[in-house]
């Protein structure tokens, strides 16, 4: 019975940490967009947590600089099981404008398993929610595996 | 003189005292030569010390029953010269409950830091002779609380101070010690000559020297002498007890002296200081029931307890910290006796007697430390709860215990005081001793505060590099620690039972001065008063802890079927995995750790210029403090002369 | 004129208090301790005297009920007094040694590493 | 006689377990979060999430891993949530809820202030010994906080002490029991003219207490990384987030406690609804709609309000409790 509650509990109740890694501000402004009383995404019970401890899905943003990337991979690997990681604009999934470039080093899906993109270049606030909705659903399949 | 009379318990006060300064004899006459012993420099002389101070210790406490229990007032004529025309001409020992209730506070603390200073002083020259100092001391502040002669009072003064400022110093190397030997030596000598000129000029009326006589005569036969006398005596003990405007030197010594030295320093002077004001102002002069003395003590008591924990939230040394502490406390003791209520009388000495436990075990602790990472700065310390778990969990129960946390003995002690002065303040219809109220309760508060700095900067937090190889004390510091945290868990669970046997005999006595003249052979008039201890409040802390243990176990069986203690941890190997490192925003690889002095920034900012009036005011120059005596000498004068 | 002498005694009581407050030098802070006692040992003996009256030394034939001598216990005090004044200064002066070696300097206004 | 100790015990463990004790506390804390969430939101023209959010939240956090850091020190790390969560249960049971006060005899209104500090002190020391640089200053503005709200909590309850202490005759009163039969015989406190400011300063201290908005610089999720509870992951933290409920149940019932007793009908169920419909009002008026409408303050800033326009109230209604107003 508890096993059921606390899997349930999991899928309503998703927290998320943002990591800018390197990202021009458009995707975070979004991502703040989807928390006003416009799109509320409160309401599915997602929260933005201070400290990648307390989270349940870590969003990344941002074209992963040389700069960034050990501290992007550090702050990951501190949430604890189960997690989900999203990526959100283009950036972190193919280094966008930036591809190329000496000092980036997206994909970040080269160096850590990501379960979901969230592709725009900034992704609409509608894509976002959809993107962590669906995040929570692997959270809750993750949570029941174990 | 047979065997049988020997072990007459009449005999006990005097053997208490001899066998101390016996000790240091002996000790002293055995040589420096150290022993060969690296864990033990001095030898065989630290254990004559421990036994002397042991033997000490039993002699005052198989005097708990006929003093305490039965009432009794043992009153001790050196060489039998008792009374020769109603004159009293011999010296003598008058041991009541309030002497003996001190006696036994000083006895405790003097053996409990005896056994902690056999492994603490291992590092230091010249040993043997602390010892001999150790036992000075010892006798010194015996000697004072049990002595029924004011002169004799004013050697044991000297001897003590001589005895405090030697030791002091005695780690010449430690930053400051020979600074704060100096300036507690000149004020010191300041109080011991105001101490003397007091007792000469009592002399000069009165032609005794015995306190029960003095108690007889004095009052009704005040002159401007004898309040002349009176503001030298008084100042004189509170230089003594380091209150208000005393306590910058209490935090020199306490610093600079060994942590073992401190605990008689903190817990063991200073009641010295109490108990000569108490039988100054309700024995010898008999002032307490007038208002105007009751407010002095009151507001010098208050005054001491928020400057000097406010002095103390600003400190970065461990040690420092610990000592305006101390006079913190000291300042709750001295707002509850001047109340002059019986409550108020058995809250104080219910303190004082908590305050000898925990702030010696907080000292003890603060030694520990020393003893093992060689500093006290709590900006350089840090988690060192994972290298010393015992001496953490002691260091806890003493600072839960001052700052009031139930069930721990300084909530059942500043209980009582916050009661005292409530009730003080509706009988008297005087809203100011609300306010005292108001302000040990605050003060409470912020002392919780200085201690949470203290565990986090000290034993939580991050572990600096230089302290990988530190290990726990050794066990005989641990035993005198752990002795001292028994107590204070025992005293602050049994709040009633304590009371019962301790404090209110000796709060008895103090109301009771006619009992104390007549022991001595001396006629009095003073009626027995009637002595009620009631209570308005109401507080089980056995009952609390019981609910709180069923609580905890319904937690405990809750947590252990959820597998709370299942947890991801780095395994002994594994260096390198980030999971297990801090979050520090996402940088990698850094120290840093929260301590020292500004933690609590917060409070400070908006209190900044009483804390910048208070640091310029505090100026470290012996010349400054030297005058801040002379003007309470001036001040008491002045006020004596106009209220008595 | 024994009244001089109780003013006397407190002179140079306040005069030790003035030069332990007003003087910067670690001997001269002592020299004040000293004086201070004196006052005091000035003080005590004078409590004790009795115009006209003779040494407290007696046999057991001479004492009659119109003996007249000095208070003996203030000499006694006095004794103890003056003993415990010389143990301060020894103590003091040794201190002020050592705080000369270790400071350098016998200026009070230097020796203030404790402070705050 | 054996039977009648043994059926007093079982009555004592079932108030400790459930009614007034953890059954309670947990339902009822947990839904009092729920519904301010609601509530802000609501104020906020946002849907808000479910009220059973706080409820969802617990047992997520409890089915998640919990990591202890190699620089923390793993006892106190991990028993710390849980004595705090007992001590509070324990405050709980000492405040009477009207007509009943089986626990009430046993600690005053002074010693609740001082054990309040137990939850508080149990939070403190875990944070610190999470090692965490984040957890050390969240740690120092939760102490500073309870400093700031000490003052004016003493000046109430000091006021409260004397008024009731005047109404009995005594002087005096600090027993919680006589305070909750007083309020039933004469109604509540609330009616006195020096109680009113004495419970508008007690309702300012609630969301400083509690440490919400915008009293919670300690947690401070944007900028100190939830402070306090930097470190803490998995069920600790869920016992964290419960004792943070617990601790606004205990608080705005003490309000209830204090100044809107009396009300009840005698039945015990009856008056916890009632008692727990106050405590919805209480929570809703002096959490929800200040968190709505605020932004959150400096540390110097909570510790300035609450020592000058805090206690300024609470002293004006002591000095008019002292003079029998």
């Known amino acids: 019975m508890f096993k059921k509650l606390i899997a349930e509990s999991t899928a309503k109740s998703p927290w998320l940490f943002h990591i800018n890694s390197g990202s021009c501000n458009g995707c975070d402004i979004e991502l703040v967009a989807v928390l006003t009383p416009r799109y509320d995404v409160e309401r599915l019970g997602f929260k933005l947590a201070g400290s990648p401890r307390q989270a349940d899905i870590v969003v990344v943003t941002g074209p992963v600089t040389r700069q960034s990337l050990d501290r992007v991979l550090s702050a990951i690997s501190q949430v604890p099981e189960p997690r989900c990681i999203v990526t959100m604009g283009s950036c972190p999934q193919s280094g966008n404008v930036f591809k190329g470039s000496y000092s980036v080093c997206a994909p970040l899906s080269k160096y850590v398993h990501v379960d979901v993109d969230i592709a725009g270049c900034a992704p609409k606030p509608e894509a976002i929610m959809d993107g962590l909705v669906k995040a929570t659903e692997i959270l809750k399949q993750k949570r029941g595996q174990k | ?644 | 004129m024994i009244q001089f002498n109780y003013v006397c005694a407190f002179f140079l009581i306040v005069l030790g208090f003035y030069t332990i407050v007003t003087k910067y030098n670690l001997v001269k802070t002592v020299i004040g301790m000293s004086i201070m006692d004196y006052g005091v040992n000035l003080l005590i003996i004078s409590i004790g005297y009795t115009p006209g009256g003779t040494a407290p030394i007696f046999t057991k034939g001479e004492l009659t009920q119109a003996s007249y001598f000095v208070d003996p216990i203030p000499q006694a005090l006095t004794l103890t007094s003056i003993v415990i004044g010389a143990c301060v200064t020894a103590m003091s002066m040794s201190l002020v040694m050592r705080l000369h070696e270790s400071y350098g300097t016998l200026d009070t206004r230097e020796i203030r590493r404790l402070r705050g | 006689m054996t039977a009648n100790i043994f059926l007093n015990g079982l009555q004592y463990l079932g108030y400790i377990l459930i009614f007034p004790g953890f059954l309670f506390c947990f339902l009822c804390g947990m839904l009092l979060v729920g519904i301010d969430r609601k509530l802000v939101a609501r104020m906020q023209k946002r849907v808000g999430p479910p009220i059973l959010q706080p409820f969802y939240d617990f047992f997520k956090l409890c089915g998640k891993e919990t990591i202890v850091p190699a620089a923390a020190e793993r006892t106190t790390f991990l028993v710390a949530p849980i004595v705090g969560l007992a001590a509070l249960v324990v405050i709980q049971l000492f405040i009477p809820i009207h007509g009943f006060t089986a626990f009430s005899g046993m600690a005053d209104i002074i010693v609740i202030l001082y054990l309040l500090l137990i939850p508080a002190l149990a939070a403190i020391l875990g944070a610190a010994a999470s090692g965490s640089p984040y957890a050390g200053i969240g740690l120092s503005r939760e102490m500073v906080t309870i400093i700031a709200c000490e003052l004016p909590l003493v000046l109430v309850l000091l006021a409260v002490a004397k008024t009731v202490g005047n109404a009995l005759g005594t002087g005096l009163c600090f027993s919680m029991s006589e305070i909750a039969e007083y309020q039933l015989q004469n109604g509540s406190l609330i009616t006195k003219l020096s109680m009113i400011p004495a419970a508008i300063a007690f309702a300012m201290v609630i969301p400083g207490e509690t440490g919400s908005h915008p009293f919670d610089t300690a947690e401070a999720e944007t900028e100190i990384c939830e402070g306090m509870h930097a470190e803490y992951s998995g069920a600790p933290l869920a016992v964290f987030k419960l004792s943070h409920a617990v601790k606004v149940l205990t608080l705005t019932s003490l309000f209830v406690a204090l100044f809107f007793g009396g009300i009840g009908t005698g039945i015990i169920a009856f008056d916890g609804v009632i008692v727990f419909a106050l405590c919805v009002v209480a929570t809703a008026l002096f959490i929800s709609f200040v968190h709505a409408v605020t932004a959150r303050l400096k540390i110097e800033q909570v510790f300035k309000y609450y020592w000058t326009v805090v206690s300024g109230l609470a002293l004006v209604s002591l000095v008019l409790a002292w003079y029998g107003m």
């Open chain 2, 1 to 644: 003189m047979n065997l049988a009379n020997m072990t007459d318990y009449h005999h006990f006060p005097i053997y208490s005292v001899m066998v101390l300064f016996l000790g240091a004899f002996i000790i002293a006459a055995c040589g420096s030569k150290p022993s060969k012993d690296p864990k033990n420099p001095a030898g065989f002389r630290a254990w004559i010390a421990l036994c002397a101070t042991a033997l000490s210790l039993f002699f005052l406490g198989s005097l708990v029953k006929p003093v305490m229990l039965e009432g009794e007032i043992i009153s001790y004529w050196m060489g039998s010269r008792a009374i020769a025309g109603g004159y009293a001409i011999g010296i003598a020992m008058e041991v009541d409950a309030l002497s003996l209730f001190f006696a036994l506070l000083i006895a405790t603390a003097v053996f409990v830091s005896a056994i902690y200073s056999i492994r603490y002083m291992v590092h230091d020259e010249c040993v043997p002779q602390y010892y001999v100092l150790y036992c000075m001391l010892a006798g010194g502040v015996l000697g004072l609380v049990l002595s029924g002669d004011i002169f004799n009072m004013f050697i044991m003064v000297e001897i003590l101070t001589f005895a405090a400022v030697a030791l002091t110093s005695f780690r010449t190397k430690v930053y400051g010690a020979l600074e704060a030997a100096f300036k507690y030596l000149v004020v010191g000598c300041m109080g011991s000559t105001a101490i003397l000129t007091g007792v000469i000029m009592l002399y000069a009326q009165y032609h005794t020297l015995n306190l029960a006589q003095l108690a007889n005569l004095i009052p009704g036969t005040m002159n401007n002498a004898t309040k002349l006398a009176f503001a030298f005596l008084y100042i004189g003990f509170s230089t003594k007890a380091f209150i208000v405007p005393f306590h910058p030197l209490a935090a020199d010594a306490h610093g600079a002296a060994p942590a073992s030295i401190s605990v008689l320093i903190s817990g063991v002077l200073t009641k010295s200081g109490i108990y000569g004001i108490i039988r100054l102002t309700y024995f010898l002069f008999q002032t307490m029931n007038l208002g105007s003395m009751q407010f002095m003590l009151v507001f010098i008591g208050s005054i001491s307890m928020f400057v000097c924990v406010t002095m103390a939230l600003a400190q970065h040394d461990f040690k420092r910290l610990l000592a305006y502490h101390s006079i913190s406390q000291i300042g709750y003791v001295l707002a509850a006796v001047g109340l002059s209520t019986s409550l108020g009388i058995s809250a104080g000495l219910y303190h004082a007697m908590n305050h000898t436990l925990f702030k010696g075990l907080l000292f003890l602790a603060a030694g520990a430390v020393l003893h093992e990472t060689g500093t006290t700065d709590l900006g350089k310390l840090g988690g060192l709860s994972k290298k010393m778990p015992h001496t953490t969990v002691l260091f806890l129960i003493g600072a839960f215990s001052i700052s009031g946390v139930p069930p721990f003995n300084g909530f059942a002690s500043k209980w009582m005081i916050y009661q005292a002065t409530y009730q003080k303040a509706v009988e008297s219809n005087n809203i100011g001793f609300l306010l005292v109220t108001v302000i040990a309760l605050v003060t409470s508060t912020l002392t919780l505060a200085s201690f949470v700095k203290v565990s986090q900067s000290v034993f939580f937090g991050q572990m600096p590099k230089e302290y990988e190889n530190v290990k726990e004390v050794p066990f005989g510091m641990r035993l005198a620690m752990g002795i001292l945290a028994c107590l204070c868990i025992v005293t602050g669970l049994f709040p009633k039972t304590v009371t019962g046997v301790l404090t209110e005999p000796a709060a008895r006595a103090v109301a009771n001065v006619g009992e104390y003249i007549t022991a001595m052979g001396f006629k009095s008039n003073l009626p027995a008063p009637n002595v009620t201890f009631a209570q308005v409040g109401v507080w089980e802390p056995i009952n609390w802890l019981l609910i709180l243990c069923i609580a905890l176990l319904a937690l405990t069986i809750v947590a252990v079927a959820g597998k709370y203690d299942r947890v991801s941890e780095r395994t002994e190997d594994d260096t390198v995995d980030t999971k297990y490192q801090l979050f520090y925003g996402g940088e990698k690889n850094v120290y840093s750790q929260v301590g020292g002095g500004d933690l609590f920034w917060g409070f400070k900012h908006n209190w900044r210029h009483y804390f910048d009036f208070m640091h310029n005011l505090h100026s470290g120059i012996v010349n400054d403090y030297a005058l801040w005596a002379v003007v309470a000498l001036a001040l008491a004068i002045v006020y004596m002369m106009i209220v008595l």
